[in-house]
């Protein structure tokens, strides 16, 4: 194991959102790189907004995606009385300071200086306070005035803010809780964190907590703040642009695997390469090739990625993953043909499992009604003549593989001099119900003799009724 410890640190206010999983799994990888340490730490401090069904969607967004984490989750609601104790040492050592102006005055104050022009910040009138009155009090951290506050973002350079801009933080409220920037210094310190990978929201948060590492007297972590995640019209990705969460990408049936070549992809570059197996993203990861602009959500990538997966995925494996999306259309593969065989059909041209799903449907449910317009373009008398011809010769022979059923169609087609169009088209209507199904031959083979006959005659007397 190296020095390195990074961490993902969710906020469980709602599911993992794919800018959380991007931030996550840029964080396996180096720790995965550099045979460092991933934590996983569940920010709830806020009790009002923190679900147990959130965490639990984090966790199963992350355990989809295949980012274990080596230590954790913790939460930081188990911390408060690391907190405290971090808390009184700022205290005892005169870095922070009880402050008694009510909500009412520093909303007055507040609204002053906007109409004067002036930026809203805290006064400092309880900084140098020496009496200790009755009644509710905050705790602030007593930060520095003078000078500045910088440091190295390994993805944006040097980010610097002068102090004068920064007011006294409060580091705990009234009710005695701490807040959001003190427990995550408390937590990355004691943690030990080395990098930190985040969004670049957070950007505006770091020279705070930076102030903070400086006088508890910790090292200051390095920082790598990750540009945004945007919809198409540049606006911040969100649901307004399409699904956001992670598991809704699974639900719509994309393979971990892809979504994680995209994100990798979104915000980081290696040459032009655009596959990444999970073993190359981690053998080529470095956080100096994390670009520096913001980057635009791609539904059209994903999808690309998405079919070149399916395509390329053991069909054993895409079987499996393929039933719940039967299951939702109410489709059972007992008694119907081997769903591996079906996947093999299907998987050279399906973008996505619920799209494979619809494709699959016809397999397990005899159609129960045809394309009228395709079969228009054809006499029926032809089309009789094809299905006659088409279920004689197919009850002469058994269907053991796709060649031999290629060339039973080819000797059909001679003998009545027609076309491989006249006969395969009239048959995949037959046997699907449409025109846009697998090679006719991979059909009759996965569906079997019996029932291709079956499909068959039933058209015959649809044709027949008509
Ligand atoms: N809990 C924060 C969030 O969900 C992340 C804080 C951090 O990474 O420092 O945005």
Known sequence: MSELRVRFAPS?????????????????????????????????????????ESVDAIL???????????????????????????VQKLLDAGKAYKCYCSAEVLDAKRELAMKEGRKP????????????????????FKAPRDGATSFDDLIKGTITFPNEEL????????????TYNFCVVIDDATMKITTVIRGDDHVNNTPRQVQLYEALGFPVPQFAHVPMILGSDKARLSKRH????????????????????????????????EIFSRAEMVQKFDIGSIGRSASVFDPDKLNWLNAHYIKSCDPERLAH???????????????????????????????????????????????????DAALAKFDSSHLLAVFAAVTAKLAAVDVPDVSPIDALFKVVCSE????????????????SGGTQAPGIAEIVVVLGGTETIRRIEKMQGYLSGK
């Not at 794919?18 to 720790?31: H, K, P, S």
């Not at 006294?168 to 009710?175: G, S």
């Open 242 to 273: 399409g699904a956001t969460s992670v598991i809704a990408y699974r639900d719509m049936g994309y393979l971990p695997e892809a979504l994680m070549n995209y994100l990798v992809r979104l915000g980081w570059s290696c040459g032009d390469d």
């Open 60 to 86: 199963d967004g992350m355990k989809w995606l295949g980012l274990e984490w080596n230590e954790g989750p913790f939460f930081q609601s188990d911390y408060f009385p690391l907190y405290k104790e971090y």
């Open 12 to 52: 469980p206010t709602g599911y993992l959102h794919v800018g959380g999983a991007r931030t996550a799994l840029f964080n396996w990888l180096l720790a995965k790189k550099q045979g460092g340490t991933f934590i996983l730490r569940i920010e709830d401090t806020d009790v009002e907004r923190s679900t147990k």
């Open 167 to 178: 007011d006294d933080l409060i580091i705990q409220r009234t009710d005695g809780t701490p």
């Open 121 to 140: 910040k805290y006064d400092g009138t309880c900084r140098e306070r020496s009496d200790q009155p009755e009644g509710p009090y905050v705790i602030r």
């Open 416 to 431: 009545n001099g027609w076309k491989m169009g006249q006969v395969g088209q009239p048959v995949r209507i037959a046997l």
């Open 321 to 371: 993953l393929l039933l719940p999306h039967l299951s939702s259309r109410e489709i059972t593969t007992l008694g119907g043909p081997d769903l591996v065989a079906v996947v093999k059909t299907l998987q050279e041209r399906a973008q996505t499992l619920e799209e494979m799903a619809e494709r699959a449907v016809f397999y397990y449910n005899a159609p129960t009604s045809y394309d």
